[in-house]
């Protein structure tokens, strides 16, 4: 018998909303970080008040609150990666750039969380010029949407153009997601270095999906985790992983309520139901 004491899972930390419904925000991280054989260490920076339809109310904790829980788990264990999601108040990413400006050897998976899939908005300028100047220096990798990328570099005319200056704020790699472009793919592009890195294609899938970006922002994270070294060359491949992960969850999605389908971030064990 193996001993699991000897191997024990890497740990990630998640610092997001809490859902209710389950489908994004700290529970989609949850599922998919234990999905990919990792531990999640699951810091709450605001409840929310939201279903499958839209967020109908934003409540962040108080930046002391989102610091002590933190810094409980960093004080405690060995946090290989570092995930952000909802972040709820400028106050709590002034506390996320302390946080994370002391711990300067963990990697940053940050998915800005702008507004909701039902149009709910979730960031005012006030935060968005907090998370600029004051978070994207300390990133790894960024995820945005192509959405949230625009609003993010607005004076830029182009995606690549919007990369191009997310870069310049300092984070390290730009994975801009197309999944809310009118293209027959969706086609996925990551910057770094100043260029374009790598584009990606997958099939478009019908439907809405709540909490895809939560998916692959967590899925990368639980992957460098894992000891995934940071330079492109090595990166690569858990960047493509983490799509590929992303992809099945969503065509094995769920419709559970009356809004947006829920992804199966479980979808490798279905064939295993009932068989236990």
Not at 158 to 170: F, H, R
Not at 222 to 241: D, I, K, N, P, Y
């Amino acid at each position: 018998m193996t001993d699991l004491a000897s191997s024990p899972p890497p740990v990630v930390m998640t610092l997001g909303g809490n859902d209710p419904s389950g489908g994004a925000g700290l529970a989609a991280d949850i599922t998919t970080i234990v999905s990919l054989g990792c531990h999640p260490a699951p810091v709450v920076t605001a409840l929310t008040v939201q279903d499958t339809h839209n967020v109908h109310a934003l409540l962040p904790v108080e930046p002391a609150q989102l610091l002590a829980q933190a810094r409980a788990v960093l004080d405690d264990m060995p946090v290989a990666a570092i995930k952000i999601g909802l972040i709820g108040s400028a106050e709590n990413a002034g506390a996320l750039h302390t946080l994370l400006a002391a711990y300067p050897d963990i990697p940053v998976v940050l998915d800005p969380i702008l507004a909701a899939g039902g149009g709910t908005e979730l960031a005012n300028p006030k935060l968005l010029d907090t998370l600029r100047t004051l978070l994207l220096p300390l990133v790894t990798i960024l995820t945005p949407n192509s959405v949230e990328a625009r609003r993010l570099a607005p004076e830029a005319d182009t995606l690549e153009a919007c990369a191009m200056a997310l870069l310049e704020y300092g984070c390290r790699y730009v994975l801009i997601t197309g999944g809310h472009e009118s293209t027959g793919e969706v086609i996925n592009t990551c910057h770094g270095n100043n260029r374009l890195l790598e584009s990606y294609r997958w099939a478009r899938l019908p439907g809405h999906h709540h909490g895809s970006g939560c998916t692959l922002a967590a899925a990368i994270a639980a992957l460098l985790a894992q000891g995934q070294e940071l330079e492109w060359a090595a990166l690569s491949s858990a960047v493509r992983r983490a799509q590929d992960y992303t992809w099945h969850a969503l065509q094995a999605s769920h419709r559970l309520g009356g809004g947006q389908l829920l992804p199966n971030r479980l979808f490798w064990a279905s064939t295993h139901r009932g068989s236990v």
